[in-house]
């Protein structure tokens, strides 16, 4: 199982950014991909943004043009600038990913992550 360990979220007002990061204990250019996701209070966890080893990358329509999700494969770290934050962005802010063989990656996957980090809160205040 590898292990995921997010940092750098914290409190900041409206229009502020933060810059999370998610160190790996397995070399994150051979996942299948990477991503984070989300959980404000009281609501179901919500997707953020991808990136597969193909470098495809996705976001959700809600954070589009204010988050960039980008990775330092030397430092097995996975990353999500956020930028004109928004009350709304509050939430637990949880990196995740998948590993596997290339075959798998590539011919099996279904696209779901199988290893989650704990998570690290983003707070917005208006």
């Not at 990477?34 to 179901?44: D, L, S």
């Amino acid at each position: 199982q590898v292990q995921l360990a997010e940092s750098g979220g914290g409190s900041v007002q409206t229009g502020g950014s933060l810059k999370l990061s998610c160190e790996a204990s397995n070399k994150i250019d051979s996942s299948c991909g990477m991503g984070w996701y989300r959980q404000a209070p009281g609501k179901e966890r919500e997707f953020v943004s991808r990136i597969s080893s193909d470098g495809t990358i996705r976001y959700a329509d809600s954070v589009k043009g204010r988050f960039t999700i980008s990775q330092d494969n030397a430092e097995n770290t996975l990353f999500l600038q956020m930028n004109s934050l928004k009350p709304e962005d509050t939430g637990l802010y949880y990196c995740a990913g998948e590993w596997g063989s290339e075959d798998y990656c590539s011919e099996t996957w279904n696209g779901l992550f199988g290893s989650w980090g704990q998570g690290t809160q983003v707070t917005v205040s208006s």
